[in-house]
């Protein structure tokens, strides 16, 4: 596609459900990065790839967060076990190459947990 | 500890007039800085990028400074108008494989 795609573009879920996050890059980016956005903060970055290897996980909050990459094309970012404080606009973005070029980013999933 | 801080956290402004969004960070390496455009609701769109090298870039009637030596950087808005209205996020990149370090954005309201 023309842009990086996310979804759902919504999600509400309840408190000790489990989603699942899916985000679609722009063909022929090589990184894909996953950041979370709470409501009046700033972006908070979560953890990035290249190709399909995540060489740095620490980004993520909680052992309940876990990403992964396959083809080095879609990601999914899934969360178990959800609670209220998880609730926030999870964006992904992609970049031709690894940080040093420009980020496009989606339009990102807004995840209610109840 | 890498920080990005930008100033104002929030700014209102008439149709029409100017405005300039302050970022200082203490990002050290430096690779290069971004400054982003987020509507509401929607993910952060670049807006320009700028190497230690270049002091200077514009895009349309936005204009990015850049002073590696103080570690600031500008983004200036000239006749703003409505559509501006958004959320404007100072991003910094350290040297190669380390993450971008995102300020928390200043919020500019353009009002009629």
């Known amino acids: 596609g023309a842009g990086v795609s996310q979804s759902p573009s919504n999600k509400v879920t309840e408190k000790g459900k489990d989603v699942e996050l899916r985000c679609d890059p722009i063909?022929?980016?090589?990184?894909l990065y996953w950041y979370r956005q709470s409501l009046g903060q700033g972006l908070e970055f979560l953890i990035y790839?290249?190709?399909?290897?995540?060489?740095?996980k620490s980004g993520l909050p909680s052992d309940r967060f876990s990403a992964e990459r396959t083809g080095g094309s879609v990601s999914t970012l899934t969360i178990q076990r959800t609670q209220q404080e998880d609730s926030a606009v999870y964006l992904c973005?992609?970049?031709?190459?690894?940080?040093?070029?420009?980020?496009?980013f989606g339009p990102g999933t807004r995840l209610l947990v109840l | 500890k890498n920080q990005v801080e930008q100033s104002p956290q929030s700014l209102i402004i008439l149709e029409g007039k100017n405005c300039t969004l302050q970022?200082?960070?203490?990002?050290?390496?430096?690779?290069?800085l971004r400054w982003y455009k987020q509507d509401t609701g929607r993910g952060p769109v670049s807006l320009t990028i700028?190497?230690?090298?270049?002091n200077t870039k514009s895009n349309g009637r936005y204009t990015a400074t850049l002073d590696a030596d103080t570690k600031q950087s500008s983004l200036h808005i000239t006749a703003s108008q409505l559509s501006d209205s958004a959320s404007y996020i100072c991003?910094?990149?350290?040297?190669?494989?380390?993450?971008?370090?995102f300020g928390k954005g200043t919020t500019l309201s353009v009002s009629s």
């Open positions: 790839f290249q190709g399909n290897s995540a060489p740095d």
């Open positions: 063909s022929g980016h090589t990184a």
């Open positions: 700028m190497t230690f090298s270049e």
């Open positions: 973005a992609s970049s031709l190459r690894l940080h040093q070029e420009t980020q496009y």
């Open positions: 991003v910094v990149s350290g040297q190669a494989g380390t993450a971008l370090i």
């Open positions: 970022c200082n960070y203490t990002v050290s390496p430096f690779s290069n």
